[in-house]
C-alpha cells in the first residue's frame, strides 16, 4: 500500500525516507503491474477552474526518475492564502510570512506520469514543470510559453496561453484603456478651457473699444440679424 504524500513528507524531513527510495519503490512497482497500462489523462476544464500554470520556473532539478522521465523544472510555490486571489500578486513579503511550498506528488500519480511519458515524448522544445499547488506537474513549450496538462502529443491535451501571458494581455488592455479615457478628459478639458479664454477675450475686446466702434459693431450684428429692416431707420438707432 502506497504511503500518503503528507506521510512521505513528514518520513522525509526527519530523515528516515528519502527521494531516491521513493523512486526506487517506484519503479520497481510499474515493472511489475505493466499489465495495468493507465495513461495519465484528467480533465484539464475541472483544473482550470482552480489553477492555471503561470509562473515561469525559477530553477532547474535534475531528477532521478527513470529513464521514461525528462528533466523537471521546479517552480517556487508560496504558501500565501491570498494567491488565488486574481488582484493579489505574491511579493517578497508573502515568502517571509508563509514558506514555500515543496512539490510532494503521490506515487501513485507519479506512477502514471510515467507511464504517460513512455507513451507520449516530450518534444525538445517542451519542458516538464512541478506544481506545487496541486502536487503534479503540466507542460510547457519553451519557445511559445504555451502550457498543457498533458504532453502535447496526447490526444487529449489542450494546449493554451500560460495564465501569466494573459494576465499581461489583460493589464496592458486596462492600461490602454484608461490612458484613452484620460486622454479623452485632457481634451475635453482643454476644449472648454480656450472656450472660456475666448469668451473672456471677447468681453475684453468689447471693454477696450470706444465709443464710435462700438456703434459700427453694433449695427453690423443688428444687420446680420433676419429680424432687422435694413431700410428701417429704427434698426441703425441705438434706443430699442
Given at each position: 500500500m502506497p504511503l500518503s504524500s503528507a506521510l512521505q513528507a513528514r518520513l522525509i524531513e526527519r530523515g528516515i525516507l528519502n527521494a531516491t527510495n521513493i523512486n526506487a519503490a517506484l519503479d520497481?512497482?510499474?515493472?511489475?503491474?505493466?499489465?495495468?497500462e493507465e495513461v495519465f489523462a484528467e480533465s484539464y476544464d475541472e483544473r482550470d477552474d482552480h489553477h492555471s500554470s503561470s509562473t515561469i520556473p525559477k530553477k532547474t532539478v535534475s531528477s532521478n526518475f527513470s529513464a521514461a522521465d525528462v528533466q523537471i523544472e521546479f517552480e517556487e510555490?508560496?504558501?500565501?492564502?491570498?494567491?488565488?486571489?486574481?488582484?493579489?500578486?505574491?511579493v517578497e513579503y508573502c515568502k517571509k510570512r508563509y514558506g514555500i511550498k515543496q512539490y510532494t506528488p503521490d506515487p501513485a500519480t507519479e506512477k502514471r506520469r510515467r507511464k504517460m511519458l513512455k507513451k507520449y515524448p516530450l518534444p525538445s522544445n517542451w519542458?516538464?514543470?512541478?506544481?506545487?499547488?496541486?502536487?503534479?506537474?503540466?507542460?510547457?513549450?519553451?519557445e511559445t510559453d504555451e502550457v498543457s496538462w498533458l504532453p502535447p502529443s496526447h490526444p487529449r491535451s489542450h494546449i493554451t496561453q500560460s495564465a501569466i501571458?494573459?494576465?499581461?494581455?489583460?493589464?496592458?488592455?486596462?492600461?490602454?484603456?484608461a490612458q484613452k479615457?484620460?486622454?479623452?478628459?485632457?481634451?475635453?478639458?482643454?476644449?472648454?478651457?480656450?472656450?472660456?479664454?475666448?469668451?473672456?477675450?471677447?468681453?475684453?475686446?468689447?471693454?477696450?473699444?470706444?465709443?464710435?466702434?462700438?456703434?459700427?459693431?453694433?449695427?453690423?450684428?443688428?444687420?446680420?440679424?433676419?429680424?432687422?429692416?435694413p431700410m428701417d431707420p429704427s434698426s441703425y438707432s441705438d434706443v430699442p
Open positions: 520497481a512497482s510499474a515493472e511489475n503491474d505493466e499489465k495495468s510555490c508560496i504558501k500565501c492564502p491570498n494567491k488565488w486571489n486574481p488582484y493579489h500578486t505574491c519542458r516538464e514543470v512541478s506544481d506545487a499547488n496541486l502536487d503534479r506537474c503540466y507542460y510547457w513549450n519553451l501571458k494573459l494576465k499581461q494581455k489583460e493589464l496592458e488592455k486596462k492600461t490602454a484603456e479615457q484620460a486622454s479623452g478628459s485632457s481634451k475635453k478639458k482643454k476644449k472648454k478651457k480656450n472656450s472660456n479664454d475666448a469668451g473672456e477675450r471677447s468681453d475684453t475686446d468689447e471693454e477696450d473699444l470706444n465709443p464710435v466702434q462700438k456703434l459700427k459693431r453694433k449695427i453690423a450684428g443688428k444687420m446680420l440679424s433676419y429680424d432687422a429692416d
